[in-house]
């Protein structure tokens, strides 16, 4: 496609309850990243992907949250057993490598936990 | 990362002036640095990047001025319009740009007037 892509848009599930939120990245970049954007916070690093090397998996808030990437292009963030401080707007990006390119933003999924 | 948020700082500008927004960073070894827009409800918007071997760098309506010595970035906006109210924030990261190496600014609320 020609931008990255995030689905859903929206998401509201109760707490306690998994979610699945999708990123397909800009086809070609090997680059991937996933931030949190909370109200009143600013973008938060939660885990990297480059190449086929191991993920950078250092921002992830606890052992609840994983991602995944296949084939080196579709990453799947899952957060499991989710808590109302989980609510937040889930932005994706993607870059065509890390040699001084720029990231470009999906329009993110907005998760909010009842 | 430290944000103000809702009471993000605000540059209100009459419509067809220029904009100045600022950045300050801390990273002395930063390489690289990204402006984003943010509107409502969307993604980061990439605008123009630059490198620390370089100064100015300019783009369509769009400059960007990079300071090195007081660490200090600026976006200048010329002939500002109502389309281009949004958040704009400053990312500097050191190279090769990747992960966490990234720090986003909190960014500045630009309000333009009729």
């Known amino acids: 496609g020609a931008g990255v892509s995030q689905s859903p848009s929206n998401k509201v599930t109760e707490k306690g309850k998994d979610v699945e939120l999708r990123c397909d990245p800009i086809?070609?970049?090997?680059?991937l990243y996933w931030y949190r954007q909370s109200l009143g916070q600013g973008l938060e690093f939660l885990i990297y992907f480059q190449g086929n090397s191991a993920p950078d998996k250092s921002g992830l808030p606890s052992d609840r949250f994983s991602a995944e990437r296949t084939g080196g292009s579709v990453s799947t963030l899952t957060i499991q057993r989710t808590q109302q401080e989980d609510s937040a707007v889930y932005l994706c990006?993607?870059?065509?490598?890390?040699?001084?390119?720029?990231?470009?933003f999906g329009d993110g999924t907005r998760l909010s936990i009842l | 990362g430290e944000s103000v948020g809702l009471h993000l700082p605000t540059l209100s500008v009459q419509e067809g002036d220029n904009s100045i927004i600022n950045c300050a960073y801390s990273?002395?070894?930063?390489?690289?640095f990204i402006w984003y827009k943010q509107e409502s409800g969307k993604g980061p918007q990439f605008i123009i990047d630059?490198?620390?071997?370089?100064d100015k760098r300019q783009g369509q309506r769009v400059t960007v001025l990079l300071n090195k010595t007081v660490k200090h970035l600026s976006l200048q906006i010329a002939a500002t319009q109502p389309g281009d109210s949004a958040v704009y924030f400053c990312?500097?990261?050191?190279?090769?740009?990747?992960?966490?190496?990234?720090?986003f600014g909190p960014g500045t609320r630009l309000s333009v007037l009729p």
């Open positions: 990006a993607s870059s065509f490598d890390s040699s001084g390119q720029p990231q470009h």
């Open positions: 990312a500097e990261s050191p190279l090769p740009n990747y992960g966490q190496n990234f720090v």
């Open positions: 086809s070609g970049h090997t680059a």
């Open positions: 990273n002395s070894a930063s390489d690289y």
């Open positions: 630059i490198r620390s071997n370089m």
